[in-house]
């Protein structure tokens, strides 16, 4: 059977479909799976085993569809669920197609009116709903995510003073309001006596540099210096990672890192906590509870609507720097 997976973006929501594209790949006899996302996304489904062929979404989409047409798939598993996999669906004809629900009214009900009608259901559990008919089922392993050979990091671009080990502390994310303000990190990392990676991309480099001058022994910046799966491999060699709700989170669970999570505007009631699966680890969920505005957005906003963001300033640093030490502690 030929499986055409598709999820356009993004970085985290791409790491958390992977356990579909395992279990299809594992648990249907002679399943040929492939997957269609964007080309800036590639990176992280190219070394995919499970996956036999990845086709890629550039500026034309009519492109990408003469490809997937000429490929003759028995089903489309949609996980992305929008305009664009409607056409490509629509383009694709008669060839039957299980859809992700993406719970949108559920959602606003949650933002808008602060009614909670979510299943408590991690969304992992919610794209393998689409390949249940297959009698394909959760095998328990969590995420996936591999790292092709040239781009683990060499140990001689880690600095002396992190290359025993280190905390690595995501800066970054997709807006504003899922992100500690800098004088917020600052303290953080003041109050962590652990050698620390600043994780994040080129976007994020002017603000890893200004918290790295703090201590710059103590502190180094790799945001803008690694590409995606270069920065996963620093995720992969840390101890611990403290982060916000993005991409590199879910990257950590993939390797079945602890994690620390600093949540904002957002909630895990969304259904995108880190997800381990049956793995048994750390995962300390860390919210500014018992806030009527709180959550804004499914998504973020590039400052706070309200104006106080106390969603983000009301974080209890202390208590996150204190959880992170005695995780290293107890690690050792």
């Known amino acids: 059977m030929k499986f055409l997976v598709i999820r356009f973006s993004s970085i985290g929501d791409i790491v958390l479909t992977t356990p579909v594209i395992r279990c299809l790949k594992q648990q249907v006899p002679a399943a040929e799976v492939h997957y269609l996302t964007k080309f800036s996304f590639r990176g992280i489904v190219e070394s995919n085993p499970h996956i036999h062929k990845v086709h890629l979404l550039q500026d034309d989409l009519e492109i990408v569809l003469e490809e997937l047409k000429k490929e003759k798939f028995d089903y489309i598993i949609d996980l992305h669920h929008n305009l664009r996999t409607l056409k490509v669906k629509r383009a694709l004809k008669k060839v039957p197609a299980f859809s992700f629900n ?3 009214v559920q959602k606003w009900l949650l933002t808008a009116l602060k009614i909670n009608t979510l299943p408590d259901v991690h969304i992992v559990d919610r794209y393998l709903e689409t390949v249940k008919s297959f009698g394909v089922k959760n095998d328990g392993k969590g995420l996936d995510y591999f790292i092709p050979k040239q781009d683990v990091v060499p140990d001689n671009d880690i600095p002396a003073a992190q290359s025993l080990g280190y905390i690595g502390l995501v800066i970054g994310a997709a807006r504003n309001t899922k992100k500690l303000p800098v004088e917020k990190l600052k303290e953080l990392c003041s109050k962590i006596d652990h050698p620390i990676v600043l994780l994040g991309g080129p976007e994020d480099k002017q603000v890893g540099e200004e918290i790295a001058l703090t201590d710059q022994i103590k502190i180094y910046n790799s945001c803008g210096k690694f590409n995606l799966n270069e920065s996963a491999d620093l995720v992969r060699r840390a101890k611990l990672i403290i982060t916000h709700d993005t991409g590199l989170m879910h990257i950590a669970a993939a390797f079945k890192k602890p994690i620390i999570s600093i949540w904002g505007n957002t909630v895990p009631s969304f259904g995108m906590a880190p997800y381990f699966a049956n793995s048994i680890l ?5 919210q500014v509870k018992g806030l009527w505005c709180r959550p804004c957005s499914k998504i ?5 609507p309200l104006g106080h963001f106390k969603c983000m300033n009301k974080h209890n640093i202390n208590d996150i ?6 995780s290293i502690i107890n690690k050792k």
């Open 300 to 304: 973020g906003y590039s400052k706070c």
């Open 102 to 104: 993406k719970l949108n």
């Open 321 to 326: 720097a204190l959880k992170a030490t005695n």
């Open 282 to 286: 750390a995962n300390d969920l860390q």
